[in-house]
């Protein structure tokens, strides 16, 4: 099967939680997003797909305890998933088996496709090896609105939420405004997210250079000598 990624965060029933706490995995060249949520007492799951040229939408029903002493965890349960899109009604439900091995930066899902309706793969087995869908730097290291921005392949702008500080001086200041007043600081290693209000959006450019404006209301430099990202949504 050929996959390509269309994510609509609109079309989702997935609330992601106000806390940086979802994981996000896509496939190497970009065209499959899945979104775990482990901090929860129930992991909540929900991907986006294409297959044979169709748009997907899925959740599954899964159980699964993350193994903090190994750094592998694996998640079994149900999924179901439809068809989005004109034309006669198509589901597919089956069983779903995800491990994700974060000392070996892997994560793959197995689909075991059972049932359904219309559904065209029933008996088949898919799996799919995913990566973490981080925001990746230009060739000065800065990590730009149309990639922070973008990550979930343009149908709706959101800003990336999860970063950790780099700096190598053991601290970064975070600004009221580009290169402006310092507001507060972070010390290397911290976690930051950010910011969140209706547009859902929190970069700004400033003489070519992008800042970020964290959830404390201030802005760092969006460059990897300050920041990275870290794969928490």
């Excluded at 592998?72 to 149900?78: A, K």
């Excluded at 973490?132 to 730097?137: K, M, T, Y």
């Excluded at 970064?172 to 290169?179: D, E, F, I, V, Y």
């Amino acid at each position: 099967m050929q996959y390509r990624y269309l994510l609509a965060l609109s079309a989702l029933s997935f609330a992601f939680p106000a806390a940086a706490s979802a994981a996000v995995y896509t496939t190497t060249t970009g065209q499959t997003r899945f979104v775990l949520d482990s901090s929860r007492s129930k992991p909540s799951v929900e991907y986006v797909s294409r297959i044979q040229g169709k748009d997907w939408i899925g959740s599954a029903n899964v159980s699964g305890v993350p193994v903090p002493e190994s750094g592998v965890s694996r998640y079994r349960g149900t999924f179901r998933d439809f068809r989005t899109g004109p034309g006669a009604e198509q589901v597919c439900t089956g069983m779903i088996d995800m491990i994700d091995n974060r000392p070996g930066q892997r994560f793959s899902v197995t689909w075991n496709v059972t049932g359904g309706k219309a559904c065209p793969v029933i008996g088949q087995t898919v799996t799919l090896n995913l990566v973490a869908a981080l925001p990746r730097p230009d060739g000065r290291g800065d990590f730009t609105p149309a990639s922070v921005d973008q990550w979930n392949g343009g149908t709706q702008s959101s800003t990336w939420r999860g970063w950790r500080v780099v700096s190598a001086d053991g601290f970064l200041n975070c600004r009221a405004t580009p290169n402006g007043a310092i507001r507060r600081t972070y010390n290397a290693g911290d976690p930051i997210t950010a910011f969140r209000d209706r547009s859902g959006l929190a970069m700004t450019t400033f003489n070519g250079s992008p800042w970020l404006r964290t959830a404390d209301n201030c802005l760092v430099r969006a460059n990897t000598r300050f920041v990275q990202p870290t794969n928490s949504f």
